[in-house]
């Protein structure tokens, strides 16, 4: 489709455009800005006034990051993932039970407060992020984009254990935990409309230095 093929251009654009941003830095001595890999599993569901009870199923999500740290204590963190999200609720409208699975291009910006305890460090974020909506299928693969919108916005909230390693290019390995909370609401069909996303995710990180 053309819509999901720009969505993924633009994506893959926004990334360029942070490295490049990056890419000034690294012929300095100590740059505050480092390049990471996150990759783990989330637990997806739907809330709202059309979805009579849920249920988290279980997706993969991955991406990159780049992380400006400002000081000591505080940093920036812009990411772009993608993930694939599983739902099971009930729609009280229709009085059935309805399987949803998404894909989704997720761009979360987050403001990360750091204790210091290095090189065991714990960290405390949240921010917004803007995802965009690839794909939806209801049941076994029957597609059902026109029943979901493709932009959705959600607040995120969360604290990851890092510890540092200085080993060569790989600075920091690290455990995150999130909680995203859909602000928009995804149905775009009769009886499916006040509908969004709630999500818990778990990740495992790298962080490397350039």
Do not use: C, W
């Not at 279980?58 to 920036?76: I, K, R, S, W």
């Not at 690290?174 to 999500?199: H, K, M, P």
């Amino acid at each position: 489709m053309q819509t999901v093929t720009s969505k993924l251009t633009a994506s893959i654009a926004t990334l360029a455009l942070l490295l490049g941003l990056a890419l000034p830095m690294s012929s300095q001595a100590q740059s505050p800005i480092d390049l990471g890999v996150r990759g783990g599993v989330t637990q997806a569901t739907f809330y709202g006034d059309d979805v009579n009870s849920n249920d988290f199923r279980p997706g993969f999500t991955g991406g990159v990051f780049l992380n400006y740290q400002v000081n000591d204590a505080f940093a920036v963190q812009p990411e772009v993932l993608y993930s694939r999200r599983g739902t099971k609720n009930h729609n009280s409208a229709a009085g059935n039970d309805i399987r949803v699975r998404q894909d989704v291009i997720e761009i979360p910006v987050l403001l990360k407060l750091s204790a210091p305890t290095a090189p065991v460090t714990p960290r405390l974020y949240v921010g917004p992020a803007l995802g965009f909506i690839t794909n939806s299928e209801l049941g076994n693969g029957n597609d059902a984009d026109d029943r979901f919108t493709d932009v959705d916005f959600s607040g995120v909230v969360g604290g990851e254990i890092a510890y540092a390693l200085n080993k060569g290019p790989l600075s920091e390995i690290a455990v995150d935990g999130r909680y995203n909370l859909g602000l928009a609401n995804l149905g775009d069909a009769n009886n499916f409309e006040d509908v969004r996303t709630s999500a818990f995710t778990g990740t495992l990180s790298l962080r490397f230095d350039i």
